[in-house]
């Protein structure tokens, strides 16, 4: 089955103590992101990946790291959580198309995080 | 700065027709995409329009025009299944852009 898997769902954590959040597409896509929503604010990008060792800021980088070492994978890390990163995160991926460009995002379930 | 406007909320009943509207601020514009979202869920992709006009599929139709900047989620036939958060988004400088969603409640 085609998916965008994330791991894990919700987490409880301290603040400081690092973590991360693992993303992985079984769909060969090129483009993955990451994103943050909170209540009234929408989705907000955190971070994306055009491709392999390809990564670049989205709108609310601060705090977060990733890495894109396989096609497959993109990790969320956060080296020294705080409670302003309590949130939903998202990861999501999507084929780099002539037609849609990378539009057709395909998410993952998301995951949960809140930090103490 | 890039941004996108929709109402926060829509109630409309059952059988009815309701129109979503997006209206965006952004450079180096590429297309516009609309998502829906059901509570607990991830968001899921509904359209994409990248040219001016109407883009129909099934009960849901999607339009943009370019000039005025402006697009519109339209949904017909409205079932209960529809109640959902709906968001549009943009491409701005490689990154995507969310709107801050339009809550739509059917009613029976």
């Known amino acids: 089955e085609a998916q965008v898997t994330q791991n894990p769902r919700y987490l409880i954590t301290v603040t400081g103590k690092k973590l991360t959040v693992t993303c992985s597409q079984n769909m060969n896509h090129e483009y993955m992101s990451w994103y943050r929503q909170d209540p009234g604010l929408g989705l907000r990008q955190i971070y994306y990946?055009?491709?392999?060792?390809?990564?670049d800021k989205g709108d609310v980088p601060e705090g977060y790291k990733v890495s894109r070492k396989e096609k497959r994978n993109f990790p969320l890390i956060l080296e020294s959580p705080s409670p302003n990163q309590t949130s939903l995160y998202f990861c999501?991926?999507?084929?780099?198309?002539?037609?849609?460009?990378?539009?057709?995002?395909?998410f993952g379930p998301g995951t949960r995080l809140t930090v103490l | 700065g890039q941004s996108l406007e929709q109402p926060s909320e829509v109630t409309a009943v059952e059988g009815a027709i309701v129109q979503i509207n997006c209206t965006y601020q952004?450079?180096?514009?590429?297309?516009l995409s609309w998502y829906q979202q059901h509570d607990g869920g991830a968001p899921t992709f509904l359209s994409y329009n990248a040219l001016d006009g109407l883009e129909e599929t099934g009960r849901f139709s999607s339009f943009l025009s370019r000039s005025d900047s402006y697009g519109y989620l339209l949904l017909q036939e409205l079932q209960m299944k529809d109640s959902a958060s709906y968001f549009c988004?943009?491409?701005?400088?490689?990154?995507?852009?969310f709107g801050s969603g339009t809550r739509l409640l059917v009613r029976p």
């Open positions: 952004t450079s180096g514009f590429y297309g």
């Open positions: 988004a943009v491409i701005s400088s490689y990154k995507l852009i």
């Open positions: 990946s055009m491709n392999v060792e390809v990564t």
């Open positions: 999501a991926s999507s084929p780099i198309t002539a037609g849609t460009g990378y539009n057709e995002q395909f």
